[in-house]
């Protein structure tokens, strides 16, 4: 069974991270399994930088894959121009 790999991460904290992450708002993430282990994600933050964060500022919604789809196709052309 292919494991599922989610792409998308919903804030539901932001304590100590006010102006990294914004509670209910969607997040990119960046699979990294050695995070993984240690309960950590690899997220795409309001910097446009990836940064690991512990799991428990997010949680995971069960999203349709063609709006996921969408969803990730509207962020990747609002990310900042560095």
Same mark, same amino acid.
């Given at each position: 069974m292919k494991r599922d790999r989610k792409k998308l991460a919903l804030c539901i904290n932001n304590t100590g991270y006010q102006a990294s992450l914004i509670? &209910?708002?969607?997040y990119r993430l960046i699979l990294d399994a050695r995070?993984?282990? =240690?309960?950590?994600?690899?997220?795409?933050?309001?910097? &446009?930088?990836?940064y690991?964060?512990?799991s428990s500022f997010f949680t995971f919604? =069960?999203?349709p894959r063609p709006i996921e789809k969408n969803i990730l196709a509207l962020a990747s052309r609002a990310a900042p121009v560095h």
């Amino acid at each position: 069974m292919k494991r599922d790999r989610k792409k998308l991460a919903l804030c539901i904290n932001n304590t100590g991270y006010q102006a990294s992450l914004i509670v &209910g708002k969607m997040y990119r993430l960046i699979l990294d399994a050695r995070a993984l282990k =240690d309960d950590f994600l690899r997220v795409i933050d309001e910097s &446009g930088e990836d940064y690991l964060y512990h799991s428990s500022f997010f949680t995971f919604l =069960d999203i349709p894959r063609p709006i996921e789809k969408n969803i990730l196709a509207l962020a990747s052309r609002a990310a900042p121009v560095h």
